[in-house]
């Protein structure tokens, strides 16, 4: 239908299939465009009722801007001693504790048996906390 309305300005310097892929492309755009715009409607009371108790505190208060700024620097020493892991120890690791994966979908991808995948992320904490103990009273703050 685009096309048939904005036949009058096809000028010919471009092969119809251009022509007719640049109005698709720009449509598709506009859609994805409109679709980012429409925001879904949130229960505002579902919302208050998960972020607050009975009694109107909170049911798990915001985390601060120094508990943030911990975790960063955390998350930066767990994985500087993460480079001394095994390959298999720190995808283990990574995709159990950090993405949350099922063991059975981590066993899958790595092919090791659950046996196998328990004994690995066993020894990839106890070398991540031998790392972090020696490591974080020295770091400067």
């Excluded at 995808?91 to 979908?105: D, H, I, M, S």
């Amino acid at each position: 239908m685009s096309f048939l309305s904005a036949l009058d300005r096809f000028e010919g310097r471009s092969s119809v299939r251009t022509y007719l892929f640049g109005i698709l492309y720009h449509k598709a755009a506009h859609l994805r465009a409109k679709s980012r715009r429409e925001t879904g409607a949130d229960d505002i009371e579902a919302v208050v009722e998960a972020r607050f108790n009975a009694n109107g505190t909170w049911a798990r208060p915001p985390r601060g801007p120094e508990a943030q700024a911990l975790d960063g620097e955390f998350r930066a020493w767990v994985e500087r001693c993460a480079e001394g892991l095994s390959e298999d120890q720190r995808a283990v690791f990574f995709l159990k504790e950090v993405e949350g994966e099922a063991p059975e979908a981590i066993c899958n991808a790595l092919g090791v048996s659950a046996t196998n995948l328990r004994v690995l992320l066993h020894r990839a904490k106890l070398k991540l906390r031998e790392c972090l103990e020696r490591n974080w009273e020295k770091a400067p703050r």
